[in-house]
């Protein structure tokens, strides 16, 4: 095992009891483990007593010893190893967190366009589509769905959420707006012409409701936690997710998302940077550093952060904007 693979490892002993005789068996793991490193597992009896065979799993899925984690999510698994011993059978479990192989890239930006934005509008969710600006708002009895004209900020319309409801993030998919909600566990389904509401689901296995986007074949939704959930476009069904890593850190309090040339592209609750996520591992792949847009637009409110992220990618503008901001920016990032 490569000592400096990891950051620590994490021994589970048992003592098993056969024909008289205590064995004490010991499954050795990394605590913390890069992917591009391969896991190894060990397994030992302290007195050396004899083990017929052993059988090592990784998330139920049967590995060998050492096995390339290379393609694997990142984030925490378990891991186990069957023992075999005197016509008996024992299993020994541990808890394993893969990591990124490598830091993220940092980024800075370039404003190329400020545009007005309805600085009331605690915003959740933004989306481009067809030369306009798709919003949801938060807060209760103030939260709601717009349809904003970028050049003016114009609300050209608007629903609004029944006051028992926190609004959340927004995505167009299929020529319907899907909408989150906080902490009721529900969002809804709403024409994107009409805002008529044609449906409403739930989520019952994520946390919360934060923030929405698509991919070509999925919703993707965060919790306000590290996972980034996998959404069945159909049935709305939390089917899978993924687990938001640097190399040395998860990195939770995910927020509004945006899907950005094969990548999801996600605000960070409370900081002024946007992630840059691999949607396959979990990596987080670049970091965007936004200071200053905050005191540019004008808003010092502990609350009213960064949050909203829209991509044109017809013409490759990306805007963004904060709560309560009174502008909206396109910005082009720039590696640092």
Known sequence: MNLKSFFGVVLLTLFLT????????????????????????EVSEKAN???DSIRYYLDGIRIEKSTNISEKKLGKHAVSATVFYEGQQKQLTN???????SSPTIYTYEIINE???????????LEYHNGFLYESTGQYGESSLRKVEINTGEVLKKYALDKQFFGEGITIFNDKIYML????MKGFIF?????EQ?????????????????????LVKSDGTERIWFLNTETQKEESFIEAYTNDRKTGELNELEYINGKIYANKWQKNSMLIINPNTGAVEGVANLKGLQEKANEKGSDNVLNGIAYDAENDRLFVTGKRWKLLFEIKLKKK
């Open 49 to 51: 007593k004899p083990i």
């Open 95 to 101: 808890t394993i967190h893969f990591y990124a192989e």
């Open 181 to 184: 909600t906080w902490k009721k």
């Open 18 to 41: 056969s024909c008289g005789n205590e064995y004490k068996l010991s499954l050795a793991t990394p605590k913390k483990l890069k992917v591009n490193v391969p896991l190894t597992i």
């Open 198 to 218: 044609q449906g409403e689901f739930s989520y019952s296995q994520s946390k919360e409701g934060w923030g929405l986007t698509h991919t070509s074949d999925k």
């Open 191 to 195: 024409d994107l012409e009409s805002f």
């Open 115 to 125: 545009y007005p934005h309805d600085e009331k509008a605690f915003t959740q969710g």
